[in-house]
């Protein structure tokens, strides 16, 4: 019987334009056998400028919807993620070579992990490609670490929430994305942090684009008094979070 993997990717009309190569990214990898990827693109929004991007295939899902931000577009998209296992892909990212499968092999070695990232590298305008330094050593994330590392760096976790697989259920239980203008998947990911174990991937998983329309580089984005209100509600809700535990943590 086959497994599937969804990815899901919150598109907005200006970020269109670049599904052509995330899609060029999924088609290129290769999983286990057995297994098979499955793309659930949701429009934030609904407008006739995404869905000439999206390719007309049978493991492609289109949907459109109300505007919200991307954490409520990707939320959305849940309704049509039916896999085991939920892979973020934003419309402006390319997944690396292996980067399902690497996700695959850690979480279905340890059924206690609830979800994995992998380290991210900026794709500059030039083509160009920079990491990050800190990133934490390849193996398990344990409880709170996640949380640890950002409250002490000025709210900048070491893992990027953008490279996330996670289990379905375990995403559904915690709600999906916060419901906040931007920050909403570091929430998820302290989240997850909170109740369960994570895997860090030292390969590069992700290509995280660089580009001047993207919603973080806005001048909003870094607002001082909206900042400091996402980052306080995002640490709230991990820290109230501390106290459950995913039940699959254990291993049941």
């Known amino acids: 019987m086959t497994r599937h993997i969804t990815v899901v990717t919150a598109v907005h009309a200006p970020s269109a334009r670049f599904l052509p190569e995330a899609w060029a990214s999924l088609r290129a990898q290769e999983l286990p056998g057995g297994w098979e990827w499955r793309w659930v693109v949701q429009e934030d929004g609904r407008t006739d400028e995404v ?24 939320t959305m998209a ?28 850690a979480l279905e070695a340890d059924p ?8 991210a590298l900026d794709r500059l305008p030039d083509g160009s490609t920079a990491g990050f330094p800190g990133d934490p050593a390849e193996g398990p994330l344990d409880r709170g670490a996640v949380l640890a590392h950002w409250a002490a760096h000025d709210f900048l976790a070491q893992v990027h929430p953008a490279t996330l697989c996670v289990r379905r259920e375990l995403l559904l239980a ?4 916060m419901a906040l203008p931007a920050s909403e998947d570091t929430g998820l990911l302290l989240a997850l942090d909170a109740v369960s174990r994570g895997w860090f991937t030292a390969e590069p998983g992700l290509l995280y684009r660089k580009w ?12 001082p008094a909206e900042r400091t209100a996402r980052m306080a509600v995002v640490e709230a809700r991990a820290r109230a979070l501390a106290g459950w535990r995913w039940p699959g943590a254990d291993g049941s």
């Not at 493991?59 to 505007?67: E, I, K, L, W």
């Not at 915690?174 to 994305?177: E, R, V």
């Open 112 to 119: 206690a992990l609830g979800w994995a990232v992998s380290r």
């Open 51 to 74: 869905r000439p991007y999206v390719p007309d295939n049978p493991r492609v899902t289109f949907r459109q919807g109300r505007p919200g931000g991307p954490g409520v577009a990707r």
């Open 212 to 223: 001047e329309g993207q919603v973080t580089g806005q001048p909003a984005h870094v607002d």
């Open 174 to 177: 915690l709600g999906g994305w």
């Open 78 to 105: 849940l309704a049509h993620a039916h896999g085991t296992y939920v892979r973020i892909l934003d419309a402006d990212d390319q997944l690396t070579p292996g980067a399902l499968a690497r996700d695959l092999a």
